[in-house]
Each structure stands twice: as structure tokens, then as C-alpha cells.
T-cell receptor
């Protein structure tokens, strides 16, 4: 089945630094990937839609200059949290539409970011 | 855009009993409704889904029903087991715009042995 790999699975960084999270579709091409943020005990909130070869589409309230998304190939999308602050600490997770439409969406394993 | 509401937010049942989680959606154009199970710190896992041309779907102890007229769908888990304890999310999707999933707020299910 369709597999999405995400790494790192967890990262601790200092305030003011940047962190890059990678999301790869391992056995299929994903022209579109989605980035979600999940705070403890809350639902998945869509941050942005990553489109291969074009600019990402950001949801209302998400700072595009802070959360940089790059989708340079059909198998890789990256999310860079720039100038991270403690309030950016969260669980970030990507997903892609499975090529087999009957299988729905496939999620990466998530990245727990802690900014200290 | 689509708005998905889910309830209850928490649900505790005795092992062997049934659990029901309900969701409503706002956009009548939505035509795909998956349910995900998420354990702490892990990725959501698709457990069952239903499309708008079907009213009910069952997979062993799990079933989903869809009422298009009322715009609500429900997850039914029978003969619950402790390993069913997790957070469950419903979602809705429609083929327009960015084609992204809209998630409900989640239900924390606890099955008491």
C-alpha cells in the first residue's frame, strides 16, 4: 500500500532557530501533500496544501513566512519552521492522497517539535 | 468551507459494550467520509470509510452509517475491547479546491476492562 515517510519523528530546538521536517511518498507520486498541526488533545488542523512545482496554499491564520513549504519533487515535501518559538511546539503531520482512491489518505508518522 | 462537528468528545464504555460516535457535516457536496483511529503520539490510521452513494458499511466489529439528507454519519463499534481505546476522528472530503480532508474534533474512547 501507499506509504508516507516523515522525519524526524521528534526534534528539540532552541528558540530562534529553524527546523526542517521532511515528508516523502515512498512508493507513489504525490502531486499534493497536506501539512497538519495537532496540539495536545486536539484535532488535526490543516496548515497548508503543498503542490508540486508551485506555491503552497496556506490556511487562514497560518503565517507563510514562518512555515515555509517546498514541494520540489513528486515524492518530497518539506516544512520549515523558521525562527521557532515555544508556542510552535506541536505535533506536525503530513498526508498525501493515495494513488488508489479507494484507500483514501495516507499519513506520515508525525514529528513532535519542542522549542525550548 | 466544510465544517465537521463530532460528539461526544469523550466516551467510556465497559468492555464488550458498543460505542457510537456521531458526526455532522455542513457541505452537501461532500462525498467521502473516512474514520481514523489515533493512538497517542502516532499517526491516524484509517479504520473504515464510506462514500455518499452508500448508506452503510461494515467491517467486522466496525460499521459506519451515512444519512445524506440529514448530513450526518456515525461510527459504531461493537463488542469493544481495551485495544479499541484511542482517539477517533471523523472527516469529510469533497472534490473541489484543494481536495483536503476536514476533520472533526475527535472522540477519546476508553474501554474499561
Amino acid at each position: 500500500g501507499a506509504v508516507v515517510s516523515q522525519h524526524p519523528s521528534w526534534v528539540i530546538c532552541k528558540s530562534g532557530t529553524s527546523v526542517k521536517i521532511e515528508c516523502r511518498s515512498l512508493d507513489f507520486q504525490a502531486t499534493t501533500m497536506f501539512w497538519y498541526r495537532q496540539f495536545p488533545k486536539q484535532s488535526l488542523m490543516l496548515m497548508a496544501t503543498s503542490n508540486e512545482g508551485s506555491k503552497a496554499t496556506y490556511e487562514q491564520g497560518v503565517e507563510k513566512d514562518k512555515f515555509l513549504i517546498n514541494h520540489a519533487s513528486l515524492t518530497l515535501s518539506t516544512l520549515t519552521v523558521t525562527s521557532a518559538h515555544p508556542e510552535d511546539s506541536s505535533f506536525y503531520i503530513c498526508s498525501a492522497r493515495s494513488p488508489d482512491r479507494a484507500s483514501g489518505y495516507t499519513f506520515g508518522s508525525g514529528t513532535r517539535l519542542t522549542v525550548v | 468551507g466544510e465544517n465537521v462537528e463530532q460528539h461526544p468528545s469523550t466516551l467510556s464504555v465497559q468492555e464488550g459494550d458498543s460505542a457510537v460516535i456521531k458526526c455532522t457535516y455542513s457541505d452537501s457536496a461532500s462525498n467521502y467520509f473516512p474514520w481514523y483511529k489515533q493512538e497517542l503520539g502516532k499517526r491516524p490510521q484509517l479504520i473504515i470509510d464510506i462514500r455518499s452513494n452508500v448508506g452503510e458499511k461494515k467491517d467486522q466489529r466496525i460499521a459506519v452509517t451515512l444519512n445524506k439528507t440529514a448530513k450526518h454519519f456515525s461510527l459504531h463499534i461493537t463488542e469493544t475491547q481495551p485495544e479499541d481505546s484511542a482517539v477517533y476522528f471523523c472527516a469529510a472530503y469533497y472534490e473541489t479546491g484543494a481536495n483536503n480532508l476536514f476533520f472533526g474534533t475527535g472522540t477519546r474512547l476508553t474501554v474499561i476492562p
